[in-house]
């Protein structure tokens, strides 16, 4: 029995992800348990990086543990293994992710710095900018609308939709009409999951990804 439990790996995502992650997983060849998380964690990295802490202390008797994170705004910082190997993709988040590197991202971002950057399970997680605004119109007058949009938004010139192979028209839809609501250019772009898959395949090496030792009270990105 112990033998079976450590063939297993445990995986940890953000529900943002969840197509791509299930696309993935299909050409996998290990017992694993999955656990996605909300979007309510990316308005609190602390508490997310404590979930993520609380999740590694309780996985004993795995193979190891991947994090589907990225910096996410510190929260892979100080992390520590248990012993069990914990890994992660040394990208700033999962929009880095869905590009297949920070690299790709800063080329996309360098001909626009103002790109504000959608994907499948961003819209349908957490709803478009022009939707957000909508909500916002029913219960404050239009100047206080417009003062949240330019504070939000407002360092905001373009829309670039990120496709990874499991879009749904009804999304892509969504992302034009949010663009033009804002006043924004639209573009699409094709997403790479290359480091995803090397992620879950346990094909890692050190230039790309974060490896946790066990290492007591030792820990990554001091």
């Not at 997983?25 to 990086?49: E, F, Q």
């Not at 790709?104 to 971002?109: A, C, P, T």
């Not at 290359?194 to 992620?199: E, G, I, N, P, Y």
């Amino acid at each position: 029995m112990d033998r079976v439990i450590r063939e297993r790996v445990r995986i940890v995502g953000c529900e943002v992800m969840e197509r791509e992650i299930m696309e993935m997983l299909h050409g996998v060849h290990y017992p694993y348990d999955l656990t996605l998380l909300g979007m309510k964690y990316h308005g609190s990295p602390a508490r997310l990086r404590d979930t993520l802490q609380s999740i590694i202390d309780s996985s004993t008797g795995y193979r190891c543990i991947l994090l589907l994170y990225g910096l996410c705004g510190g929260v892979t910082r100080r992390l520590v293994a248990r012993g069990v190997p914990v890994v992660f993709p040394r990208v700033h988040d999962c929009i880095d992710l869905l590009l297949g590197s920070t690299r790709r991202r800063r080329e996309i971002m360098s001909s626009c710095s103002g790109t504000y950057f959608m994907s499948n399970g961003w819209i349908e997680k957490d709803g478009t900018p022009a939707e957000k605004m909508a909500d916002w119109e029913g219960f404050l007058d239009k100047g206080e609308v417009q003062a949240i949009k330019d504070l939000t938004y407002g360092g905001y010139r373009r829309g670039v939709f990120i496709r990874t192979g499991v879009e749904e028209s009804d999304v892509l839809e969504r992302a034009r009409a949010s663009a033009l609501e804002m006043g924004w250019q639209y573009t699409e772009t094709d997403g790479d999951l290359s480091l995803l898959k090397r992620l879950l395949c346990l094909d890692w090496d050190e230039e790309n990804f974060v490896i946790l030792q066990d290492r007591g009270e030792g820990s990554f990105g001091s």
